[in-house]
């Protein structure tokens, strides 16, 4: 295990949501000893503390497993305690979405590798769904660059590549990303078309007035 792995655990925020016991308190006692900011609380609350980076919960051996909704937008990694194997703990373990376990009997040998896991998971997943929505967000702009660009084909009579080209130029003058450009394109069409749209707020309001400027430009042939 890397001292790196180590290091980062000391001082972290943990939360231990767990009905008292000899287990539960020599969890938290050997948690302190590592170096983590401990507290046990009980009863759980209806949402997790917002300044928790861990939170070990409980995972009950009848009837699903209850687990208190994120307080901020920031989740902290969740480690199951398991007491039973029964096939309604283990499906609740698996409907928990928990980054790692421990079993009852608590052994202190188990804890450091549990914590050092569910971060490691926690940091993974999180870095997945960054990429996750940075390809949705690509994959969106893709389509609104070729929407707008079918927009000023029509309304400009120009071919698909010079109405490519005439977003790009506008994106580069304005230091705008492409699909900034073209998202006003598409709002300024709207309202120009008299299509249905909703209340106009300062946002849309920008992007109707900076689409205008693109819409409202001379078109030249490119060389």
């Known amino acids: 295990m890397s001292m790196d792995a180590l290091s980062e655990?000391?001082?972290?925020?943990?939360?231990?949501?767990?009905?008292?016991?000899?287990?539960i308190d020599e969890l938290v006692r050997h948690l302190r000893r590592i170096g983590c900011q401990t507290r046990l609380v009980w009863p759980a609350p209806p949402i997790l503390p917002a300044d928790a980076d861990?939170?070990?919960?409980?995972?009950?051996?009848?009837?699903?497993?209850?687990?208190?909704?994120?307080?901020?937008?920031?989740?902290?990694?969740?480690?199951?305690?398991?007491?039973?194997?029964?096939?309604?703990?283990?499906?609740?373990?698996?409907?928990?979405?928990?980054?790692?376990?421990?079993?009852?009997?608590?052994?202190?040998?188990?804890?450091?590798?549990?914590?050092?896991?569910?971060?490691?998971?926690?940091g993974y997943h999180n870095r997945l769904l960054a990429k996750v929505a940075k390809l949705?967000?690509?994959?969106?702009?893709?389509?609104?660059i070729e929407r707008a660009t079918r927009i000023l084909m029509e309304v400009k009579h120009l071919s698909e590549d010079h109405a490519y080209q005439l977003i790009r130029q506008q994106a580069t003058a304005q230091r705008l990303a492409m699909g900034v450009v073209a998202r006003s394109i598409i709002t300024a069409h709207r309202v120009f078309d008299g299509s249905p749209t909703v209340k106009e707020g300062a946002a849309q309001k920008e992007n109707r007035d900076a689409s205008k400027r693109v819409l409202s430009l001379p078109t030249r042939k490119l060389s």
């Open 136 to 144: 949705e967000e690509t994959l969106r702009s893709r389509r609104e």
């Open 54 to 122: 861990v939170i070990f919960f409980a995972i009950w051996p009848i009837g699903p497993v209850v687990i208190p909704q994120p307080g901020s937008n920031s989740e902290p990694s969740m480690i199951a305690i398991v007491d039973y194997e029964n096939p309604t703990a283990l499906k609740s373990l698996l409907d928990s979405n928990a980054h790692s376990f421990i079993n009852k009997p608590i052994r202190s040998s188990g804890v450091l590798s549990s914590l050092v896991m569910a971060r490691s998971l926690h």
């Open 9 to 23: 655990l000391r001082g972290i925020r943990v939360v231990v949501m767990h009905p008292a016991d000899q287990e």
